[in-house]
């Protein structure tokens, strides 16, 4: 069997904070256990395969860059069997138990959708094999409804129904083969569900279209009975000017228009809400309150860049904020964290892989040791608590209660005058924040 990445020969170790390996954990030690659950249980860490094991660095200025001694073959379905070993050798040596992919990152499309369905059928075979071998699981898998020029308007929301069906043949094959491997979700990311220009648009229409595709979705899951967690991945822009899913507030409203509430949680994905003028844990908060918080894309954007830069993260202070509102909700079940990051297009070394996947586990073990003591301390819910203590007392319990109409309130109002006003402490706040960010070990 051929060594992809001879660079690292043993899997990861924790080697804690005093260690000075580049190619050890510092803070990521699996077997730790934080608030009743090991790091391992907590995160459920997974590598995205089109990123990590298909991404060239290829830019609209220049070729590709990376060394990836896996993609020598010009036979695509020999092409597709090296990477998958690769792929099942980087994620052991990683120590990462779940992966993720769209149908066409790990097999070739063929002439016809016949021969596409056939290669895919081959490579599932041998997905399945390297999973039980290894014991790396499944957290979701997709399809690609975005690359081929045919989806070019879109899939479900392209205005040639024929487009409709093939995407719909296609989600079809992607689900029976997510179940095939035992997959714990299945993801729905908008692709090209969105517009370049509004002037060639039906809005409406394409909505419509959309809500209709995702109740297929449901119904076929159902037929087959395919067990694992649907989720849609909202993103504002790009590939299209304007995207539907543009973030988790309106996918939220989508889900509730078309019924698709029962059926669908949130995949949030960091840079997406960033570019859609969020902060990551605007989302993740937004999707939490409202119950419908699934899975997370685990990245980063740049603060310069107007684009989904999709780095890795390695920011302490974004993993901690993460990682409390994902506890918050009571933890992933079927979810988890999903690299869905790519190394930037200098980093071309097999190696640099294993340096931008470590650095991030390390960046997210931070967050949650700073994220768990948050919570031990209620340090978020004591500053609430006062802040918003009138709610708990007579007058906020009666406009909540109903017992309120506006003229009341105006007699609330004559009798008692100005209301008292307090500090909202945003910089007392940070102050504390960062010192929780810097005592952390
Ligand atoms: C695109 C993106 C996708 C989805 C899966 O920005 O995030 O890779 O995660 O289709
Ligand atoms: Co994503």
Known sequence: MPEFFPEVKKPIKYEGPKSKNPLAFKHYNPKQKILGKTMEQHFRFAVCYWHTFKGTGADPFGSATMVRPYAASSDPLALAEATMEAAFEFMSKLGVKFWTF????????????????????????????????TGISLLWGTANLFSHPRYMAGASTN??????????????????????????????????????????TDLAREADQLGKFLN?????????????????????KEPTKHQYDFDAQSCHAFLQKYGLM??????????????AGHSFHHDLAYASANGILGSVDANRGDRLLGWDTDQFPMDFQECAL????IIKMGGFKTGGLNFDAKVRRQSYEPVDLFYAHIGSMDAFAVGLKVAAKLLKDKFFEKLLKQRYGGWDKAL???????KMSFKDLEAYTMKNGEPKTQSGRQELTELLLNEYLTTIS
């Not at 179940?179 to 090209?192: A, D, I, N, Q, S």
């Not at 029962?262 to 570019?275: P, Q, R, S, V, Y």
């Not at 993460?322 to 509102?325: H, K, L, R, S």
């Open 159 to 200: 205005p040639n129904p024929a487009v409709f069906a093939h995407a719909a043949a296609q989600v079809k094959k992607a689900m029976e083969v997510t179940k095939e491997l035992g997959g714990e979700g299945y993801t729905f990311w908008g692709g090209r569900e969105g517009y370049d220009t509004l002037l060639n």
């Open 322 to 325: 993460a990682m409390y509102y």
């Open 262 to 275: 029962d059926h669908f949680k949130m995949n949030i994905e960091a840079n997406h809400a960033t570019l």
């Open 396 to 402: 906020g319990k009666d406009i909540l209660s109903g």
């Open 216 to 236: 297929l979705a449901v119904d076929y899951k159902k037929a087959i009975r395919f067990k694992g967690q649907f989720y849609i991945e909202p993103k504002p």
């Open 102 to 133: 769209h149908d066409r990152d790990i097999a070739p499309e063929g002439e016809n959708l016949t021969e596409t369905n056939k290669n895919l059928d081959h490579m599932i075979k041998i997905a399945a094999k390297k999973q039980k071998e």
